[in-house]
Structure formats: C-alpha cells, structure tokens
C-alpha cells in the first residue's frame, strides 16, 4: 500500500511537496480540488476494472442450480458447498483489502485538504464500490452464497446444539466415526468454532462495506425458508396427538433468529454511539424479519397439517391437537380455500371410488364431520367438503341398509352412529326449525360467512343443516327419515326372522332411541312386530300346553306369528311341503282356532329353521337348514335319485332356484349330481377329496338371502296404488308426459295415502308397466296398451 501511495507521489510532486511541507497545503486549495477529482477518476476505474472483476472471478462455477437448493445428502454435496464456502471467504477477503488501501488512501488525500471528517469520502467509495459490484453480478452468484450461510448455518447450530448438551458424553459418537455435522470433519479433529470465528469476520466485512443485505439477502432468506420447511417436516410429519406449535416458535427463536442476530451482529457491541445506533437499526430489521418469520412458520406449519389432514381425520380424536394447532394458524392466516380445495381432493382419491366398501366410506363420513366440525364451528368448510361423500353416498344401493345396520348393529362393538344414537340428546322433529329460530333469537352474536367462499356453497339452502348432529347429517343423505325408517323396518324383520332363540332387550332399546330421534309415528309398525313376537311366544306356550294337540302332533311345531299389514312385503318365493308335514301344519292351525276363535294363519313355508336328523348307513347327523332344505333332503327318503325337473315338479321350485338349494347339500356331501341335472343320495361316507367342488359362496348364500321382498319390489307394490289412478287418466286423456301424471298424482291422489314418491320412482314403475305390455311409450308420452 506504501509502495503504491509513493508511485502516486511521484506522479504528483504537490502531494509529496505537502506531505513534506504542510504549510504549502493552504496556499493551493483549488489545487488540491483538481487532484482531488483526478484521483477519484482513478479510483472509479481502479474498482471498476481491477477489484470488481477479481471478486466476481471466485464465483465461477459449472454446477447446476438445484444442487445448492437443497441439503447435502451425499459426501459430494457437502465438499461441493465447503469449496464454495472458502471460494466466498477468499472473495470477502481480497475486496476487504483493496477496499482498504482505497480507503487508506482517501484518508491521506483528506488529511492533506486538513479534512477531519472522512465520512463523506468513506461514504462515496461505498456508493461506488457497491453499484460496480451490483452491476456485474454474475448469472450464479446466488449459490456461492447460498453455500457459504448453509455451512455458515450448519456450523451455528451445530455449536448451538453441543453447547446445550455440553453435560453429555460423545464417547460414543467419537468412536462411531460419524463426521461433525458442523465442519464434516472427525470429531476429534472438529473445526466448528475455528470456521465460526471465520464466518463472523466475512460478515463484519460484509456489514462494514454495507454489501451484508443487497448480496446476501436473498439467499439467506431463502436459506431459512429452506431450514424451516425442513424443520417441520422432519419434527412435526405424522404426529398429531401432540402440539408442535409452541416448540416450533420457540427453535425459531433460539435458533434462526439467534443465528441472524450474530450474521448483523457479528462484532461485538461497541460503546460509542455509532455503533450503538447501528445495532439498534439492525435489531429492528430483524425483529421485523422475525414477525414475517413467525406468519411463514404458521402457514408453512399449516400446510403440512392441512394435505395430512385425511390421516387426522381418521385417527379424530386423538388427532385433536394438530387441529388445536391448525385453528391457530387459521386465526393468523386464511387458508380456508386451501382446506376445502386439498381435502376435497385427498377425500375423492382415498374413498370415493368403488374399490372402498359402502360401510368404510360411511365411517370415513362420520370421522370427517367430527374433525372438521370441531376445526370449523361455522360448518361452512364441512358443507363444502362432505358434497361430493353425500352425492356419492346417495348413488349407492346399500347405502341406507348401511347405515341402519350402523345406528343398531353392535355387536362387533360400538359404532360412531351407535354411539351418538345412545346419547339421545340430538335433535328431534322439528329441531331444524328449532336452530333457525335460536340464530335469529341471537343475533347479536350472528356471524357472517367467511369471504371469498361464496360461490363454494348455497347459504339459505344449508345454513339450517350446519348445526345439525352427526345423525340427522347422514339421515339428509337421502333427505327423507321415512326411507330411512322402511329400511330399519327390513332390517328388523330379517333379524326377527333368522334368530331362533330371540332376546328383544336390545332392539327394544334401539328402538326406543330411534323413537327419541325420529319420532313415535314412523317406528309404530316395528313396536308391532316386537309385540308379535312376544304374543308368538306366548300362543306357542298356550298351544304346546293344550292335551288334545300335544296328543295328536308327531313333531314340535314353533310358529311366529305375524301381523302382515305392519311388517314388510315377503319376496315371492314358496315350497310345496310334502304331506305329513303338511298335516301337522293343519294340526297346529286348528289348535290357533281353537284357540282364537275367528282367526286363521297363513304359513309361510320357506322362511324359518328346521332342526332334523338324518341317517346315512352308520353315519347320523343333526342339522338346522332352512324348510326349502329340508323338504328338498325329505323326498330322499322314498327315492334315492332325482332328475331335477321331477323334483321341481314335486316341491314346486323352478329348477334354477332348486339346483342353487342342492348345492347345499353337495357342499356336505350329501347329495352328488352323478349326471348332468341327475341327483343321487350317498348312502356311504365318501372321503373329503372325492368329494365334487362346489362354491362355497352359492352353498352359504341362502344363509345372506333376505326373506323380505327387495326395496325394488316394496316400492312398485306401494305405487302400485296408484294404477288405477293412472289408468282413469289415461282412459280419459288418452296419453299424457310422465311430468303431468306425476304433477297429477302428488296433487290428487298421494295426499291420502300417505307415500312418497319422486319422478324417477314412478318413471322406474311406468317402464315396468310398459315391460309387461299394460303401457304403451312413444314420443316421450305414455299410453294404455290397445
């Protein structure tokens, strides 16, 4: 630097004439303006052609981008970043000390003019160092320094790490040989504290030369962005029966915040007042920085919980402190759209296709109202996101069976619907009016929709269902509790139906808590059917006590017996009971009589059990099959091979029907078609692996076939009340739109009968009338077949 101060002498002799001479210096002060100005000439191009273009040349480098964006995984990424690190401190410390013998020299120039203030110099170099740096930024400049404060970063917090567990022993560790994750180096060989001391003295440079932020701000934010998202994913991914929230906020603080604290900080404090007033400016830029920190911890925090919110909502309640967490950050930031838009997405692709059951889809229905409720109270965001489960729902054929079966069935244990249905405190008729007139009662504490969610929902349509129970939520399903109860209905007579040795305790219960929820109207025909059931048992008492019967009877004979207009349709199947088996059935009925004076009973010969016993040579099994079963092994008796027409001729089965029935006894070993449509009784035992393979799934399907008549078939028979309505209509109107019968009926004829019915079910039952040639549609109309 000397020798370069006494070049520039002797190319000026009036510098080297008042260095030597000081009392000269006042006599040439327009003198000293013009070398003043020549030499800044020379200091422009000085740093414009020598210093800028040899602290850009370390920041030459052929690497792509993404190699720097993200953490060095493989021992190559972090050598990578470490000779960037030292390409970076070497570039620091080469401007360093041109910038000082620039400064120097302005300082000497200064004293000369007798300047005692060298700010306004100092503070000029500055501009012009920094806009010829700024101006020949290289295209990669970002990812030497985005190296150095990832190392920069790494170091600080693995110092930070080893000082808080400064009581530990690293034996272990040493003797594992796993390098330091600070410096990459051995443990016994780390340089942590060596590189940290390095790194402060890069940034004080940095700060000193007023470069720290316009050349590193963008890269450390992106760093720490980078640090956060990672900090999260790897401490908060999966865990939800815990809150993160808190100790997020707090490794923020302890950890980025303190390592931006000693980047702008990096001297320590001095006294004057300069100095003092600088750390004060840099203390309120990080605080700053912090606030905007804290919002991306919040939604970054959020929106990992958010595109996991599906496992939260399975695993509800015990996920509640992830959605504590998540209302947090809905409080600091509106992430409504995003809720509603990813869990409609993740819900779609996890349950709503056909690969999942009925029964799952329904429990994920029930588990999302539960968690999004409790995230939501305004049930905005639950209206939304459950559309497409109801409309879904809605177009699947057991999705009513499903959810009866849900609300009564328990005995696998406990479920969602059965458990709200055994709180009986849910609403009841008339609740949703209910709700209506509460929000207007209280409409001081009346809260608007969210905005920007307008067009996601229909606010009059769904404002009264938003504060609905979890049952009357599936029940709207089908927004009908009268399809829902036709069910139940079914559902109870299968059940009555296939238990021989019944307990009614507990359809009794559920039957007094469906009343609790929907009414005593639309359960009065099942009350009817459980009293059946208790009056069956006692005229099966009465009868097997009467002398005269229990003289004549050559079996026991079981009945129940039923009150046909309050139980559900039958399904049309029936049997031809062989004769002695028939008159037994008539000694029971006389017995009834007898008993009942007027009344009489219609068996219904395929539904119930049948307990028997049958010999085979040495062989005797007991069994209970159903009646069709046993009449069917019964004419065996007298013949020991059937062609399947004679026998469905016989039983008065159609053979289709029958040979499903004979499969039953094929799978025992009982019966072989030892001929295409020839059965045979096997007289002997045959061994297991002669026996011929039948379906499993066709010989156990009897036992899954209901006794009830399908819900297809129930609903023509209740529209079929209204036929001849439709023939007067037609009959004197000659052909009429299905809109205009079905606008015709619910106007004059559904009134007084009490059943429901939309346009699609009547189209479904005009079609079969069309089918059976009764109707006649051409032109989009309908006519009486000719």
């Known amino acids: ?34 070398v003043y100005e020549v030499l800044w000439i020379e200091i422009g191009s000085f740093v414009r052609n020598k210093l800028t273009p040899s602290f850009w040349s370390c920041f030459k480098h052929t690497q792509t981008l993404s190699k720097f964006y993200r953490e060095g995984e493989t021992a190559d990424d972090l050598q990578l970043q470490y000779k960037l690190f030292t390409n970076f401190v070497n570039a620091v410390k080469g401007l360093d000390a041109y910038y000082q013998f620039v400064k120097s020299s302005l300082e000497k120039l200064d004293s000369i003019r007798k300047i005692t203030d060298h700010s306004p110099s100092l503070a000029k170099l500055n501009e012009l160092l920094r806009s010829s740096l700024l101006s020949q ?13 990832s190392v920069s970063f790494r170091v600080f917090f693995n110092v930070h790490q080893t000082a808080d567990q400064a009581g530990q022993d690293n034996a272990d560790l040493e003797e594992s040989g796993i390098p330091c994750k600070g410096c990459n180096q051995e443990l016994e060989k780390c340089q942590c504290r060596a590189l940290l001391q390095t790194i402060n003295e890069v940034n004080q440079k940095l700060v000193d030369l007023e470069l720290l932020d316009r050349l590193a701000g963008q890269s450390m934010t992106f760093l720490v962005q980078l640090r956060i998202k990672d900090h999260i994913k790897n401490t908060c991914h999966g865990i939800f029966d815990r809150s993160h929230l808190k100790a997020l906020l707090t490794w923020l603080d302890d950890v980025v915040i303190s390592w931006l604290m000693q980047v702008f900080h990096s001297k320590s404090m001095a006294s004057d007042a300069m100095h003092i007033d600088d750390s004060s400016r840099t203390s309120d830029a990080i605080q700053s920085l912090k606030v905007k920190l804290t919002f991306y911890v919040y939604e970054n925090y959020a929106i990992s919980v958010i595109d996991q919110f599906f496992s939260i909502i399975i695993d509800f309640p015990d996920s509640i402190p992830a959605i504590e967490d998540l209302k947090i950050c809905m409080e600091k930031i509106n992430l409504r759209r995003q809720i509603i838009n990813t869990l409609k997405t993740s819900l779609e692709a996890r349950i709503l296709h056909p690969g999942v059951n009925t029964m799952d889809i329904l429990t994920g229905y029930v588990a999302a109202i539960k968690a999004i409720r409790y ?44 458990e ?26 009346w809260q608007p929709d969210p905005f920007g969610l307008e067009n996601s929902v229909q606010p009059r349509a769904v ?7 979890i049952i009357s939520m599936v029940v709207d399903i089908y927004g009908s509790k009268e399809l829902f109860m036709s069910e139940y209905r079914n559902l109870l007579a299968d059940r009555l139906l296939t238990q021989l040795e019944f307990s009614p305790e507990k359809e009794i219960r559920n039957l ?43 079996f026991d004979i079981s009945s129940l017996i039923i009150s046909a207009q309050f139980w559900p349709s039958f399904n049309k199947e029936s049997v031809e009971l062989p004769e002695p088996i028939a008159n037994e059935f008539q000694k029971y009925t006389k017995s009834y009589e007898e008993y009942k004076g007027n009344r009489t009973l219609n068996w219904r010969t395929v539904t119930g059990k049948v307990c028997i016993s049958i010999e085979l040579g040495e062989r ?50 009982i019966i072989v078609e030892s001929q295409p449509g020839v059965y045979k009784l096997i007289e002997d035992d045959i061994p297991k692996s002669q026996k011929l ?41 000659d052909s009429l739109p299905i809109e205009r019968i079905h606008q015709m009926l619910k106007l004059f004829a559904s009134n007084g009968l009490g059943v429901e019915f939309t346009q699609d079910d009547l189209k479904d039952f005009l079609q079969r009338k069309v089918r059976d040639h009764k109707l006649i549609y051409s032109g989009g109309v309908y006519q009486l077949a000719k």
Request: aromatic letters at 8%; hydrophobic letters at 35%; proline letters at 4%.
């Open 137 to 149: 930024l290289p295209t990669n400049f970002n990812n030497v320094v985005f190296s150095f404060y």
């Open 1 to 34: 630097m000397e020798i370069v101060w006494s070049d520039f002498s002797e190319t000026c002799p009036i510098i080297k004439e008042c260095l030597e001479t000081p009392d000269l210096c006042s006599e040439s002060e327009e003198t000293w303006e013009y």
């Open 420 to 445: 709200e249905l055994a709180k009986g405190d849910a609403a009841k008729d008339g609740g949703t009016a209910g709700n209506v007139n509460d929000e207007l009662s209280n409409w001081e504490n």
């Open 512 to 554: 007094e808590l469906l009343k609790l929820r929907f009414g005593e109207s639309l359960l009065h025909n099942c009350e009817v059917m459980l009293k059946d059931i208790a009056d069956s048992k006692r005229i099966n008492s009465h009868i097997h006590s009467d002398p005269k019967y229990v003289e004549q009877k050559q």
């Open 375 to 418: 995230l939501d109270s305004s049930g905005v965001i639950l209206e939304t996101v459950t559309a497409p489960i109801k409309e879904y729902l809605r177009k699947r054929s057991d999705t009513v069976r499903c959810v009866v079966t849900s609300l009564t069935e328990t005995e696998s244990g406990p479920t969602d619907l059965s």
């Open 693 to 733: 393979p039948i379906n499993e799934i066709i010989a156990e399907d009897e036992d899954n076939e209901s006794a009830m008549a399908s819900a297809s078939d129930q609903r023509e028979e209740e529209l079929q009340v209204f036929w001849s309505y439709i023939v007067g209509m037609l009959t004197n109107l």
């Open 463 to 469: 404002k009264t269902s938003r504060c609905a129970d």
């Open 620 to 669: 005797v099994l007991d069994m209970t099959v159903a009646p069709t079963q046993a009449v069917i092994i019964y004419h065996f008796q007298t013949k020991s091979e059937w062609s399947l027409d004679d026998l469905s001729s016989l039983v008065k089965i159609p053979p289709s029907v029958l040979r499903r029935r004979m499969a039953f006894w094929q799978s025992h070993g």
